[in-house]
């Protein structure tokens, strides 16, 4: 079958539809020398068009080292800023680019340069979820994958940590040497679950672990047997000896989970968000037809200024070496 239904007027797809346009991506791809780099949010259908799926940190390795000629980033807008600070020489195409990280959009570049000043002596750590005007501004970047690890390396007794809270307060709890000013942003769909659904999934399944995003609310945190980035809590819940785990983060990641060892039971809450469960809209706002046409067209390119890249790719570089 030809893909020719008309792409821009999304409508829910067959199964054959999907396959279908999945080879087409797939040979475009081939054709192109594209790699697609896909975050675990992602929706099934586009995760299995992708050569990797993984956390930030794992994305921006990938992006960095790539010798293909087009970069297509199934994320959202920092994840593709990365790539293309990391690799500026490939073409990098962001299949939404509407779709942004309302956490990330919670700081902004002047808000630093004024932290600065009533900060002149504090080391500035900024989450990769941050746009690269942000980053341009910071010492150095860290995922939830890599943070404390960094954080404790730094030769700084004050942190300015920005924009998540929670992360920040996850943080500073495991490196209680350092003191921290913690920027007041937050994670829409991670503050969507509470302690209180987290212990009623707890009483119901008493056998099971727990396993929780740091984006998570302390509360919540709290009640984890471990807590890790997407993909730590991946490696974590797929081996971890138990039959059932308790997975509080963005509903995405059950794909992954089922597919890498359907033998457990994974079980994510069902708070009240939009349709009954939490996920992450700009996640989300990612589809196949998109994939498509960005990668048929070449369209939706990611473009930043050449002094801002070149500024937002010390923090980020400094990260991956002491990473
Ligand atoms: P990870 O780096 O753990 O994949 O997290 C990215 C993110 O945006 C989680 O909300
Ligand atoms: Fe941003 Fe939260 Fe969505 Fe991750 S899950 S992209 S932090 S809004």
Redesign the pocket.
């Known amino acids: 079958m030809s893909v020719s239904f008309a792409l821009s007027q999304e409508r829910d797809l067959s199964v054959d539809e999907i396959k279908d346009l999945q080879r087409e991506v797939r040979k475009l791809a081939e054709e192109k020398n594209a790699v697609i780099l896909a975050?675990y949010?992602q929706r099934p259908e586009v995760q299995d068009v992708a050569d990797f799926i993984g956390d930030s940190l794992e994305l921006s390795r990938r992006a960095a080292e790539t010798d293909a000629d087009i970069i297509v980033f199934c994320?959202?807008r920092f994840m593709c800023e990365t790539a293309k600070i990391l690799n500026p020489t490939r073409k990098v195409l962001h299949p939404n680019p509407e779709s942004g990280?309302?956490?990330?959009d919670m700081v902004t570049a002047e808000q630093v340069r004024m932290l600065r000043q009533k900060h002149p002596d504090a080391v500035f750590v900024a989450y990769i979820?941050t746009t690269a005007d942000v980053k341009a501004e910071v010492d150095v970047c860290v995922t939830s994958a890599n943070a404390p690890k960094i954080i404790k390396k730094l030769d700084a007794k004050k942190i300015v940590f920005l924009p998540?809270q929670a992360l920040g307060g996850w943080i500073a709890r495991q490196v209680p040497e350092k003191e921290f000013i913690l920027w007041k942003g937050f994670?829409?769909?991670?503050f969507e679950f509470t302690a209180g659904e987290v212990m009623r999934l707890k009483e119901r399944y008493p056998d099971a672990k727990v396993a929780v995003h740091p984006?998570c609310h302390p509360k919540v945190i709290e009640l984890a047997d471990f807590v890790g980035s997407t993909s730590q809590i991946v490696r974590y819940a797929t081996t971890v000896d138990a039959k059932r785990v308790i997975v509080i983060t963005?509903v995405g990641l059950k794909y992954t989970l089922q597919k890498k060892n359907p033998e457990k039971e994974y079980i994510f809450p069902e708070s009240m968000n939009y349709c009954g469960t939490v996920y992450?809209c700009?996640?989300k706002g990612i589809t196949l037809p998109k994939v498509y046409e960005t990668l048929r067209r070449e369209i939706n390119e990611v473009v930043l200024p050449e002094d801002i890249m070149e500024r937002a790719r010390r923090p980020i570089e400094r990260m991956l070496q002491l990473s």
Do not use: Q
Not at 101 to 104: N, V
Not at 187 to 190: Q, T, V
């Open positions: 975050h949010y994320g959202v990280c309302p956490m990330a979820n998540d994670c829409p769909p991670h984006e963005e992450c700009t996640m």
